[in-house]
């Protein structure tokens, strides 16, 4: 199916373990961010890719990595969970063109234990 | 740097009746992107509409307008008929003109109640 999709949409961890969130897509977009979502704050930006090997720090950076070493995949990695990286994620993505629409992922809720 | 501010976390209105979000926005530049989202229960992020800066003219989709204030930075939603579909977090974002990856940034949200 077309689309943007993450994967797990749901995930429990244990602090200290690593965990990697999947994003794909199949529009072949160029752009692709992931934010987290936060009572209180929003959508926070925390990694955003302009094409595959191209990737760069949004605010809250700190404890995650990503890659993209095609167009369409771009995971997220927490390296070492811990309580605070509680949160919802969202993967998303958008073609060239700053007037286009982004579109989302539906979100994985992870919760650290 | 730019900032969104909703300063409503939460507003309540009657089904059939209007109601107007607010947000505000912090920002350097003269040309930029400013959108409204609808995050229902599901969590799927929906696009409700797009103003664009260099537009005087406020954008309009159906039942949702938005009025866009560029000297005042302020950037509101009406949404007229309320309808329990409507029942949802809201949130504003700010994209720059400037190549800046067409990130989004945005504001804390407001999450919208309709009453039958």
């Known amino acids: 199916d077309a689309g943007i999709t993450q994967s797990p949409r749901y995930k429990i961890t244990e602090t200290g373990r690593q965990v990697t969130l999947m994003c794909h897509q199949t529009?072949?977009?160029?752009?692709m961010f992931w934010y987290r979502q936060d009572l209180g704050h929003g959508l926070r930006l925390i990694y955003y890719?302009?094409?595959?090997?191209?990737?760069d720090k949004g605010e809250v950076p700190d404890g995650y990595v990503v890659s993209r070493s095609k167009t369409e995949n771009f995971p997220l990695t927490l390296e070492s969970a811990t309580r605070s990286q509680t949160s919802v994620y969202f993967c998303?993505?958008?073609?060239?063109?700053?007037?286009?629409?982004?579109?989302f992922g539906q979100g994985t809720r992870l919760t650290v234990v | 740097a730019q900032t969104v501010t909703q300063s409503q976390p939460e507003m309540s209105v009657q089904e059939a009746e209007t109601v107007t979000l607010s947000c505000t926005y912090d920002?350097?530049?003269?040309?930029?992107?400013l959108f409204w989202y609808k995050q229902p229960p599901s969590r799927q992020m929906i696009l409700v509409i797009r103003?664009?800066?260099?537009?005087?003219q406020n954008a309009t989709e159906n039942r949702f307008s938005v009025n866009f204030q560029k000297a005042a930075k302020s950037f509101s939603l009406k949404i007229s008929d309320s309808q329990l579909g409507d029942a949802a977090m809201y949130f504003c974002?700010?994209?720059?003109?400037?190549?800046?990856?067409?990130?989004?940034?945005f504001g804390q949200g407001t999450e919208l109640s309709v009453k039958p």
């Open positions: 998303a993505s958008t073609r060239q063109g700053l007037s286009t629409e982004a579109f």
């Open positions: 920002t350097s530049e003269s040309d930029y992107y």
């Open positions: 890719s302009a094409a595959a090997d191209i990737t």
């Open positions: 529009w072949s977009h160029s752009y």
């Open positions: 103003q664009e800066a260099y537009k005087q």
């Open positions: 974002a700010y994209r720059s003109y400037y190549n800046q990856g067409g990130k989004l940034i």
